[in-house]
C-alpha cells in the first residue's frame, strides 16, 4: 500500500488566500484524522472522521477552518481567509478497527502563511 | 480530564547505552497505547502498539510494556544507535463506550539524542 498521501508537500501562500490541503486515507481505513503541529502547540487534533462522516470537529480552532470527506479515499481540510497564525504542519492520518485502531500517518504539509 | 504525560521532555545519552522512555496515562480505561517516532521534519512512524489485553510488545531492540493498574508504558531501547534520535511519542486510546473511533490522545513527547 502506498500509505497515507497528502498534498501538497509545501505551500507558501499571502495572508488572506485560501489554502485547501489534500489527504488520501490508506484503502481500507474508515477513520480519518487532522492533525496540525507547531512548536509552541505540539501535535493537535483538529478533527475526525468515521465512514466519512464527521465525529467531532472541536480541535478546529476557527470558523476560517473547514473539513469535508466526501467519500473513503478523499479528505480535504480548508483554511479561508489563511492567516500567519496558521503556518504549520499539518498531518493526516488514518486507522481502522479491524487493525486495532493502529493510526498510519501521512508526511504532513508544511503550510507558510506570509 | 484524560492526559497523557511523557518523562522526561528530553534525553542524551551515548551510543550504545540501554535506555527507558515513559508514559503515564490518567485513565486505565485505555483501548490500547501506541508508540511512534518523528524525525525533524518528517511525519509520525507507528513503532508499537500494545493493546488493553496485552503487557508488552517487542520489535527488533525496543519493548514497550503497558501496566493498565499504574496507567504506566515504557519504551526500552537496547543498544542505542545514534540513529535512533528523533522524538518518541506515546498515544493512547480511551474508551469511550466502544465508540472512540480510534482517537488518539497524546502525550508531548521525548527529544532522544544518542551521541557518538
Known amino acids: 500500500d502506498a500509505g497515507v498521501i497528502q498534498s501538497p508537500r509545501h505551500e507558501v501562500t499571502e495572508m488572506g488566500q485560501e489554502v485547501t490541503l489534500r489527504c488520501k486515507p490508506i484503502?481500507?481505513?474508515?477513520?480519518l484524522f487532522w492533525y496540525r503541529q507547531t512548536m509552541m502547540r505540539g501535535l493537535e487534533l483538529l478533527i475526525y472522521?468515521?465512514?466519512?462522516?464527521?465525529?467531532?470537529d472541536s480541535g478546529m480552532p476557527e470558523d476560517r477552518f473547514s473539513a469535508k470527506m466526501p467519500n473513503a479515499s478523499f479528505s480535504t481540510l480548508k483554511i479561508q481567509p489563511s492567516e500567519p497564525r496558521d503556518s504549520a504542519v499539518y498531518f493526516c492520518?488514518?486507522?481502522?478497527?479491524?487493525?486495532?485502531?493502529?493510526?498510519?500517518f501521512g508526511p504532513g504539509t508544511r503550510l507558510t502563511v506570509t | 480530564k484524560q492526559e497523557v504525560t511523557q518523562i522526561p521532555a528530553a534525553l542524551s545519552v551515548p551510543e550504545g547505552e540501554n535506555l527507558v522512555l515513559n508514559c503515564s496515562f490518567t485513565?486505565?480505561?485505555?483501548?490500547?497505547l501506541q508508540w511512534f517516532r518523528q524525525d525533524p521534519g518528517k511525519g509520525l512512524t507507528s513503532l508499537l502498539l500494545?493493546?488493553?489485553?496485552?503487557r508488552e510488545q517487542t520489535s527488533g531492540r525496543l519493548n514497550a510494556s503497558l501496566d493498565k493498574s499504574s496507567g504506566r508504558s515504557t519504551l526500552y531501547i537496547a543498544a542505542s544507535q545514534p540513529g535512533d534520535s528523533a522524538t518518541y511519542l506515546c498515544?493512547?486510546?480511551?474508551?469511550?463506550?466502544?465508540?472512540?473511533?480510534?482517537?488518539?490522545?497524546f502525550g508531548q513527547g521525548t527529544i532522544l539524542t544518542v551521541h557518538p
Open positions: 492520518a488514518s486507522s481502522r478497527a479491524g487493525e486495532k485502531y493502529e493510526q498510519y
Open positions: 484503502s481500507g481505513h474508515n477513520s
Open positions: 472522521f468515521n465512514n466519512n462522516v464527521p465525529i467531532d
Open positions: 485513565d486505565s480505561a485505555i483501548y490500547n
Open positions: 500494545i493493546q488493553s489485553s496485552q
Open positions: 498515544a493512547v486510546i480511551y474508551n469511550a463506550g466502544g465508540t472512540s473511533y480510534g482517537k488518539l490522545t
